[in-house]
Each structure stands twice: as C-alpha cells, then as structure tokens.
C-alpha cells in the first residue's frame, strides 16, 4: 500500500523487484550496475523520510542497467528511487543518482551508455539546481540534455500523473511517454 500511495504502478514495483522488509517496516530496491550484478538493497522507512544505504559502496545509477538492456535513448533523470519509478509508472524511463550529488563514478557510466538524451527533472532546490548544472558539465558532449525546471516543492515522486504530463507538455516532451506507451 505504501509504495502504490506514492504513485508507483503495482507492475512497475514488480518489474524491478521492489520488495517490502517486514522486520524493519521498509520498502526495498535492490540495485544492479550497469552489468547486471546486484551492488546493494537500499531501504526506505515506511513511517519517516528515512533512507538506508549500504556504507563503502560507491553510488552507482539506478535502473541504468534496465535502460541499457531495452536498448532506450531518451531517459529521465531524477535524484530518487522513489521519483524513478514514479517516472516509469507514468511512461517515462528514468534512472536515478541516489540524491542530487553526482560523482564521477556515475557519469564515467552514464557517458559509456547508449543513451543520447536526458531529460534532467532534479528536485527544484539549491541542492537539486546544483545537481543539474553539475550533471551538465560532466557529460559527454555529444549527448542532448533537456533541463527541466521542476516547481518549487514539487519532485516527481509528488506528481500526480496529470501534474507529470503538464509538467512534460510545458517543455513539449509530452510525445516521449506517447511513444515509450506505444513502443512498451
């Protein structure tokens, strides 16, 4: 019930294994590089905006491996697990960087990916304004980046899916969820 009242679809939790660890009342993402091995779980408490990380385990990108497998070209890019699956269950492919500071370590991967665009939608605060403007200077140049301006409070884990297409028609993106639903 959690993970579906923060707007992720049943078949996207599926999809990617999200689980639910009844001893520490938190919901579970396992997490794979962009090999396919399993680096880590990562926790969300349930009851308070609590996150758990594994320690000494440099941050890779989420659902990148996922991404690269289907062979996409366009994705979303987000701060959270939580906004990335938000972003799937509304039709648009989003990997996440696990907060808005991005290392080397994830943008050495992301230039190596097939993938050509990137729509940023980073959390609408200093940390997330940074996060964006540092992700554009650390990518390769040949790809295309579209950096959107999320509204102040407001990240994709908050949007309803009507908030999330206007947000995407605004910037005149709506037609890549049109053809990720069409193409999925």
């Given at each position: 019930p959690y993970i579906e009242g923060r707007n992720v679809?049943?078949?996207?939790a599926k999809k990617f294994l999200v689980g639910y660890n009844k001893d520490n009342k938190t919901i579970t993402f396992p997490v794979w590089d962009e090999n396919n091995h399993l680096v880590?779980?990562?926790?969300?408490?349930?009851n308070e905006k609590k996150f758990y990380i594994p320690?000494?385990?440099?941050?890779?990108?989420?659902?990148?491996?996922?991404?690269?497998?289907?062979?996409?070209k366009t994705v979303a890019v987000v701060e959270g697990q939580i906004d990335a699956l938000v972003a799937w269950s509304y039709g648009l492919p989003a990997i996440a960087l696990f907060?808005?500071?991005?290392?080397?370590k994830q943008m050495n991967i992301i230039n190596k990916s097939n993938i050509r665009n990137f729509i940023l939608m980073y959390d609408n605060d200093e940390a997330g304004r940074n996060g964006a403007r540092k992700f554009k200077k650390m990518i390769d140049k040949n790809r295309i980046i579209t950096?959107?301006?999320?509204?102040?409070?407001?990240?994709?884990?908050d949007c309803s899916r009507q908030d999330f297409y206007n947000i995407l028609?605004?910037?005149?993106?709506?037609?890549?969820?049109?053809?990720?639903?069409?193409?999925n």
């Open positions: 679809s049943f078949d996207v880590m779980i990562t926790e969300r408490s349930i320690k000494g385990i440099e941050k890779p990108v989420y659902l990148l491996n996922y991404c690269e497998q289907m062979n996409l907060g808005s500071g991005t290392t080397q950096d959107i301006i999320m509204p102040i409070g407001i990240d994709v884990a028609y605004k910037n005149d993106l709506l037609f890549l969820v049109n053809n990720y639903l069409t193409n």
